[in-house]
């Protein structure tokens, strides 16, 4: 998952999806998506407005259930198992929008979710402070991500550029294996996007992240980290390839982020 794209580690994937569609009457938003993510791999999906890239990720993510096909994961199929239990076997997620408990501060913001992988939900807000495991893990997440100085802080007093981070930490606390990133940083100025960038890459390999699968509409984000891209167009994969051969293949670059700049809008 850095950004040098060293090769994944093994061949067999640690997910999968295999001819997955999704319909809502007879429109298709999904078409027989297939497509793998090995260890050590950092997986960028990209698509115009429409595509089907944030579809796929609900799929994935358990939010969704395809209308058919099969999602893996860790060699079982996990279609259908939902968010909460998927969390659980190691695939954890971010969305689009920062999605944080505004009035908590960034210290319990983290021990919720460490509460939550812990199972520990009974009168969690209560207990937050005086729970000694929460609070260590709390803060070992907080440190990996950049945030130990803003741990007593109230969440909704954080940057933008911080609300993403605890969004993402967020996701880190609950010790996934792959984490999916939708547009982990949309809303963000472009001077923070690599710094929140770097930081990620280097929270997950502390912390034992095994794969790294994000939508992104920023093709310098895309670029400068991914070892493979996932196009989609209308719902179908239109190609799995290298950033090398992507970026040098004018025809996808029309087809997928446009002629006249790198960076599409967000869907």
Do not use: C, W
Not at 83 to 95: I, N, Q, Y
Not at 189 to 213: F, N, P
């Amino acid at each position: 998952m850095q950004p040098d794209r060293a090769p994944a580690l093994e061949t067999t994937p640690l997910f999968e999806t295999i001819r997955v569609s999704k319909a809502y009457g007879v429109y298709l938003a999904l078409r027989d998506v297939s497509f793998q993510v090995s260890d050590g791999e950092f997986v960028s999906i990209v698509g115009p407005n429409g595509a089907g890239k944030t579809t796929l990720v609900n799929v994935v993510t358990g939010l969704l259930t395809p209308t058919r096909g099969e999602v893996r994961f860790l060699g079982g199929d996990i279609a259908g198992v939902g968010p909460v239990e998927l969390a659980r076997r190691g695939m954890s997620r971010t969305f689009q929008l920062v999605n944080i408990f505004p009035a908590l501060t960034v210290r319990e913001t983290l021990a919720v979710a460490v509460a939550s992988r812990l199972r520990r939900v009974a009168n969690p807000f209560r207990s937050l402070r005086r729970d000694d495991v929460l609070q260590a893990e709390a803060e070992r997440v907080a440190e990996v991500l950049g945030l130990r100085a803003r741990l007593d802080i109230v969440a909704s007093t954080l940057s933008q550029g911080e609300k993403k981070l605890l969004d993402i930490a967020s996701a880190f606390a609950l010790n996934p294996t792959v984490i999916l990133l939708d547009e982990p940083t949309s809303g963000v100025s472009t001077g923070d996007k690599h710094a929140i960038m770097e930081v990620l890459v280097t929270a997950a390999k502390a912390v034992g992240v095994r794969a790294i699968v994000q939508v992104e509409h920023d093709m310098d984000l895309v670029e400068r980290y991914s070892h493979r891209i996932v196009a989609l167009q209308e719902g179908s994969v239109l190609a799995d390839m290298a950033p090398e051969a992507f970026f040098a293949d004018p025809a996808m670059i029309s087809a997928v982020v446009g002629t006249r700049r790198k960076t599409m809008r967000t869907p």
